[in-house]
């Protein structure tokens, strides 16, 4: 199913319709701040799982992440210390990755790799969706190395590439191709991990 949302102002009625999908256990892709992402309700496992053997990643050997509305409940889902939850504050909502440990709340599949991605994008409708479901969304670019760009940027295209393996397409209008700023906040000595669209200052 191709929808298209505004992210100015999502339609509620659309809105519902999606986050149903989410609490059945289903694939959605939506637009970020970035790039077009693959998600589902970050803690229900089987569909980690079905996105996980669908991008051909080892949950053991990656490192996941998650989309969050705020940093408000952040401690549920992650360790945060004080300087990273500044550096966060001050760059969220924004085109940023903040790796950090992670918390107990985490189902099983996160605990493996001992870490977890934070993501706040500011995009009105991944934020309405996460807001509305009530947990965290996982979050994974459609865009794949051999893509032509058309393909991971025009919605229209990206629902004619997936329209057989995910339940929801949403069209938020063009996105963008430039990956999110990833920073490894685990120690205090923060790292960029791979630079994006994001500029840490």
Excluded: W
Aim: hydrophobic content about 35%.
């Amino acid at each position: 199913m191709l929808i298209k949302i505004y992210p100015e102002n999502p339609n509620p009625r659309e809105i519902d319709k999606v986050i149903g999908v989410l609490r059945d256990g289903g694939l959605v892709i939506y637009p970020t701040d970035t790039v077009y992402a693959i998600g589902c309700d970050a803690l229900n496992v089987r569909a980690v799982e079905k996105i996980c053997q669908m991008k051909g990643i080892n949950p053991q050997k990656s490192n996941l992440s998650i989309i969050c509305y705020d940093l408000s409940n952040l401690s549920e889902y992650a360790k945060v210390s004080n300087s990273a939850f500044k550096l966060m504050k001050k760059h969220l909502p924004g085109p940023f990755t903040f790796i950090l440990p992670t918390s107990s709340e985490l189902p099983k599949i996160y605990k493996n790799r001992k870490e977890v991605g934070i993501r706040v994008p500011d995009n009105n409708i991944i934020r309405t969706l996460v807001k509305e479901l009530g947990n965290p969304i996982l979050t994974m670019s459609v865009h794949d190395d051999d893509d032509m760009i058309e393909y991971s940027t025009d919605p229209e295209l990206i629902y004619e590439k997936y329209e057989n393996t995910v339940d929801i397409v949403i069209d938020g209008g063009y996105g963008g191709f430039e990956a999110s700023t990833v920073v490894d906040c685990t120690t205090d000595d923060f790292e960029i991990i791979r630079q994006g669209k994001g500029i840490l200052e």
